[in-house]
Each structure stands twice: as structure tokens, then as C-alpha cells.
């Protein structure tokens, strides 16, 4: 019997082009790679700067004297290092911040989503992101000089406004952020599908319903991101807040008195005229973990809760 004919092996080899291609990819890949690194290493280097000084800081005082006070005095003899005035003034002046842009923010993707026509959208998204572009530190002007004096002190009814006040430094940064919120919330929209609006439609609901009811429930995750991204820039705010919000630190529940933010408080800090290595020093890397730490949290809540609610479409 004669032996069974073999099948010869044939060796694919790719060509120069694809060889090209694929190295390429490759380069392309590891760029990405290092991009993605640099923002862990920048997080990692902040985490590290931060940890000695405020270990140093936390040595010195303890940790009840620092969020058991409610008194923030650590220039001054004898000195207090209870941090709660300056968180208050940061909690005031976010939430009204968070109050003026969320419903602002929605609003507005909800027209420009569901109402605008084509071209209106296209004219009126970048104009409304351009307030993006503005400098903070115009804002903090126009806050001070336009938006204390005559709205905060004309029409707040409740005590004297001074010069500052944490309700004109809110009023603004919520417009400041009202571009973030609308911008993440619209594209979160824009997203869902169009054939869930289509069904909408087709079972009898008004525009407003398929908005309210189909829309806002389907973009629900990437609302959620764009509110907490708009609270942590509000957060960590500075100019804004320490030209228009005060500089005294102040644990009051009235919004029309003048107060001092976490981010006002390093800012008016570490300007030199504090000796390196003291305690007074030192106070500056501990509030900048506390904020860090805050904004830390926050990121993590937004990311739970975005994975809870997230949906995927085909």
C-alpha cells in the first residue's frame, strides 16, 4: 500500500506593512500606557507630599483638639486648631454652589437634549461653555465688587452683609459651574438611545414624560458623575472663595456673613510670610489632606454609585 499523501504546512509570515502596523500599535499602546501612569504617579507624589508634614502636624496636635474644636485660630496666642469653622464655610458655600448649578446645569441639558433644535444647540453649547474659559479669579471679582453689594446686600434679609459674604461667593461659583454640570449632563443624555424615546412617544407620553420619566432614568449614572465632579470643583475652589467668601473663619448657619473655605484658608496661607516647619506651617498640609480626603470619598460614592445605576445599550 502506497503511504498517505501529506498535507504540507504553509507558515503565514505577515508583511512589511502589517509589521509596521503593528509596531505601530504597539507604541501607540505603551503611549497610552504612560499617559494612564502619569495621573496614578501625580496622585501618588500629592498623597506623599501631603502624609509627612500632616503625620508631623497630627504629632503636635491631636487629633480630637483638631476635629473636636470649634475654634480656628493657629496664628494666634494661644493658639486653636479646631478645623470645623473652615470646613462649615466650605460646606455653606458648596451647597449653595451645588443649589444653583445642579437645577441650572439640568435644565439646561434637558433643552438643549430634548427641545433645541440642531442648530441651536450647536450655537448654544459652546457659548455656554465658554464660561469655562473664564478665569476664576474674574469671578471672584465680579462676585466681590457686583454680587455682594448689590444683590447679597440689597436684597438678603436676614442681618448686615459685609463685604464678604459665603451666599455671593456660592452664587457664583454655582454659575461658574453650571457649564461642567450641563456639558457631562447633556452628553449623558444625548446618549440614550433614541428608539427609548421613540417607545415613549409611541405609548402616549408628552415630551416632558419622556424627558422626566425615560430619559433622565436612562442617563441617571452620567448625571450622577457630572454632579459629583461639579460638587468637588466647588470644593476645591480657591479664588472665588478668597476674594468674595472672607477670610475669618466663621461657623455660622448664615449664608449672608462672611466665611472661610478650606482652599481660602491654604491660599491666604502659604503666601511666605509663615516660617517653614512650624505648626502654623505644618496646618496647611493638614487641611490640604482633609480636603484630599473629601474629594477622595466623594470620587469613590460617585463611582459606586455610577456603577449601581449604569445601563448599557445595544
Do not use: H
Request: glycine content about 8%.
Amino acid at each position: 500500500m502506497a503511504p498517505a499523501a501529506t498535507t504540507p504546512v504553509v507558515t503565514l509570515r505577515p508583511t512589511g506593512a502589517v509589521r509596521r502596523r503593528q509596531r505601530v500599535e504597539q507604541v501607540v499602546k505603551a503611549g497610552l500606557l504612560g499617559t494612564a501612569s502619569v495621573s496614578v504617579l501625580t496622585t501618588v507624589l500629592i498623597v506623599f507630599s501631603l502624609l509627612q508634614p500632616t503625620v508631623e502636624f497630627f504629632r503636635e496636635v491631636s487629633v480630637g483638639a483638631f476635629f473636636g474644636g470649634t475654634d480656628w485660630a493657629p496664628n494666634f496666642q494661644p493658639a486653636s486648631f479646631g478645623v470645623w469653622p473652615i470646613v462649615g464655610g466650605t460646606l455653606v458655600v458648596t451647597g449653595i454652589a451645588v443649589l444653583v448649578a445642579v437645577p441650572c446645569g439640568l435644565g439646561v441639558a434637558f433643552y438643549l437634549s430634548e427641545y433645541a433644535r440642531p442648530r441651536v444647540r450647536r450655537v448654544l453649547k459652546p457659548v455656554l461653555e465658554l464660561l469655562a474659559g473664564i478665569p476664576t479669579v474674574v469671578f471672584g471679582f465680579f462676585a466681590l465688587t457686583f454680587v455682594n453689594p448689590k444683590l447679597v446686600d440689597r436684597f438678603w434679609p436676614i442681618g448686615d452683609v459685609s463685604t464678604f459674604s459665603a451666599l455671593g461667593a456660592g452664587l457664583v461659583m454655582g454659575v461658574m459651574i453650571v457649564p461642567i454640570m450641563t456639558s457631562l449632563s447633556e452628553d449623558a443624555m444625548s446618549a440614550v438611545p433614541e428608539s427609548l424615546r421613540q417607545a415613549g412617544v409611541a405609548l402616549g407620553a408628552t415630551r416632558r414624560e419622556v424627558s422626566t420619566k425615560v430619559v433622565f432614568p436612562a442617563a441617571l449614572s452620567g448625571i450622577v458623575a457630572a454632579t459629583v465632579l461639579a460638587v468637588s470643583r466647588a470644593i476645591g475652589e480657591t479664588m472665588i472663595a478668597l476674594l468674595a467668601a472672607g477670610n475669618r473663619p466663621n461657623l455660622s448657619a448664615n449664608p449672608g456673613e462672611d466665611m472661610q473655605t478650606m482652599t481660602a484658608y491654604i491660599g491666604s496661607t502659604a503666601l511666605g510670610d509663615i516660617a517653614t516647619q512650624t505648626i502654623q506651617y505644618k496646618t496647611i498640609f493638614a487641611v490640604g489632606a482633609l480636603l484630599f480626603a473629601v474629594t477622595f470619598v466623594l470620587n469613590i460614592a460617585s463611582a459606586r454609585v455610577v456603577r449601581r445605576f449604569r445601563q448599557a445599550y445595544e
